[in-house]
């Protein structure tokens, strides 16, 4: 599976930006979709996730109330939907897919989002 991820910007903080990212090639066995960041000297940290079949989404503490992580499965697309902004969550955002078992198995490049105080 590939993953195309889009939608990065700068914003100021309290904005919002929706990333995407669309999938191709054995979409078929995709298990869950994900979003995860890493900001510059720091790890890569989890964001959401979901779960292709409907039965749930999944957010990171900080993501709560925040976030909406959502999918469009005619076009094999992932959203996150980030709103009230804070210069903290700058990051280079990934997507990633899960094929089997419990990890993400396929990752795409990332996006950075860059959020001003």
């Known amino acids: 599976v590939q993953l195309q991820a889009s939608g990065g910007g700068s914003v100021q903080a309290g904005g919002s930006l929706r990333l995407s990212c669309a999938a191709s090639g054995r979409t078929a066995s995709v298990i869950r979709m994900g979003w995860f960041r890493q900001a510059p000297g720091r790890e890569r940290e989890f964001v959401a996730a979901?779960?292709?079949?409907?039965?749930?989404?999944y957010y990171a503490d900080f993501a709560k109330g925040r976030f909406t992580i959502s999918k469009d499965i005619a076009k094999n697309t992932v959203y996150l939907q980030m709103n009230s902004l804070k210069p903290e969550d700058t990051a280079v955002y990934y997507c990633?897919?899960?094929?089997?078992?419990?990890?993400?198995?396929?990752w795409g490049q990332g996006t950075l989002v860059t959020v001003s105080s």
């Open positions: 990633a897919a899960g094929l089997s078992g419990p990890n993400f198995n396929s």
């Open positions: 979901i779960r292709w079949d409907g039965t749930g989404a």
